[in-house]
T-cell receptor
Framework: AQKVTQAQTEISVVEKEDVTLDCVYE???????LFWYKQPPSGELVFLIR??????QNEISGRYSWNFQKSTSSFNFTITASQVVDSAVYFC??????????????FGTGTLLAVQP | GAGVSQTPSNKVTEKGKYVELRCDPI?????LYWYRQSLGQGPEFLIY????????DSGLPNDRFFAVRPEGSVSTLKIQRTERGDSAVYLC???????????????FGPGTRLTVL
């Protein structure tokens, strides 16, 4: 079955702290894609990253970094030196071939990140 | 260029009424998705269009929900005999539909917040 688990419902940090958002996924497929989206208070989902199952290299983009570990079925997201503007709900999502040709996304329940000034 | 647009941004209706929600995808995007996001949850897939046809409607919760895309561009999600449980944000996304193995990014609209009283 396809499933994405984000065990952290809410996280509160003080500005400039580092924070890691956890994501654990389940899939029977060997070919799949993992995503992170940001949903600020405005509500629109903003794409952050896509990673395919054959690429386990970690990625860094500015203050953002992602750690993909197939051995533990995890795809964690770290924000370094957090800022108030990072406050949002963050979703991890999965797409695999069992979703058919649709590429439909299976989302986790999200983690609400609050960065206090 | 213009992103995915959805109208109305908010819709309040009474139980038992019929509603239509509209999605304008990014120009040139042949794939279109509808998702529903209940409070505190991640988006859940409803239906996927490839061109004019619904290629996957497995996420529609029951036969009160229906969607069309008659000209392969704008799509309308229709809900009959609305119930209070239908209250949610309805998100639309579109993507190109390139051949595999490319993954086709989904770009999300701002959503329509539906409230059924």
């Amino acid at each position: 079955a396809q499933k994405v688990t984000q065990a952290q419902t809410e996280i509160s940090v003080v500005e400039k702290e580092d924070v890691t958002l956890d994501c654990v996924y389940e899939t029977r497929d060997t070919t799949y894609y993992l995503f992170w989206y940001k949903q600020p208070p405005s509500g629109e989902l903003v794409f952050l990253i896509r990673r395919n199952s054959f690429d386990e290299q970690n990625e860094i983009s500015g203050r953002y970094s992602w750690n993909f570990q197939k051995s533990t079925s995890s795809f964690n997201f770290t924000i370094t030196a957090s800022q108030v503007v990072d406050s949002a709900v963050y979703f991890c999502a999965l797409s695999d071939r069992y979703g058919g040709a649709t590429n439909k996304l299976i989302f986790g329940t999200g983690t609400l990140l609050a960065v206090q000034p | 260029g213009a992103g995915v647009s959805q109208t109305p941004s908010n819709k309040v209706t009474e139980k038992g009424k019929y509603v239509e929600l509209r999605c304008d995808p990014i120009s040139g995007h042949t794939a279109l998705y509808w998702y529903r996001q209940s409070l505190g949850q991640g988006p859940e897939f409803l239906i996927y269009f490839q061109g004019t046809g619904a290629a996957d409607d497995s996420g529609l919760p029951n036969d009160r929900f229906f969607a069309v895309r008659p000209e392969g561009s704008v799509s309308t999600l229709k809900i009959q005999r609305t119930e209070r449980g239908d209250s949610a944000v309805y998100l639309c996304a579109s993507s190109l539909d390139l051949d595999a193995p490319s993954y086709n990014e989904q770009f999300f609209g701002p959503g329509t917040r539906l409230t059924v009283l």
